[in-house]
């Protein structure tokens, strides 16, 4: 009996040490699931050229900000992948070609993503864009000559896959202020 219970205090030490020490430092802050992340493509991805499997470079884009401080910083890097890829076929059948953002890397955590959705920055053809892509669907901006091709610099926006913990980056809007507070005091 005495045993048991010696047994069962030291699993109990041993469950609320590891607790503890999964629990994140105060100075960390919660990132929540389903954060927003906005992803640059690195390299131009064609449903052609590209394999499923096929890995990609993808970039922060934009500062990702949680209560006022940064904790995923523009131009952290990660891994992209080619999901789904298929040529244009036979009979007008457009190329096909499914991405996914899969991580970037904040410091030494690998900050799992999910959910990218594409979107693209060009030249004002909205009434064909709009027309096609009720037929075509999403992708129909980048369909060229029966490929689909999405250019180097695409921005998306991907998600994060679970809750992190992450160290503050930085509090931009209080660095804002005290720069802008050192320009007033030069003039």
Known sequence: MLARAL??????????????????PDSHVVVPALTQVPISIEEEI???RHKPGHRFRIVVAEHVIVNDVVVIPAGSEGEGEVIHAAKSGAGGKAGELILAARYV?????EVRLRSFALGAIG?????NALATSFVAGPFAMFVKGGAIVVPAQTVGIAKTA???HLPPVASPPAEAQDVNKGEENES
């Open 123 to 127: 030249k004002d053809r909205s009434g």
């Open 46 to 48: 064609a449903s052609n």
């Open 7 to 24: 047994a069962a205090s030291a699993l109990l030490a041993a469950f609320s040490g590891l607790a503890a020490a999964q629990s994140p």
């Open 105 to 109: 890397r904040v410091g030494d955590v």
């Open 162 to 164: 679970l809750e992190f």
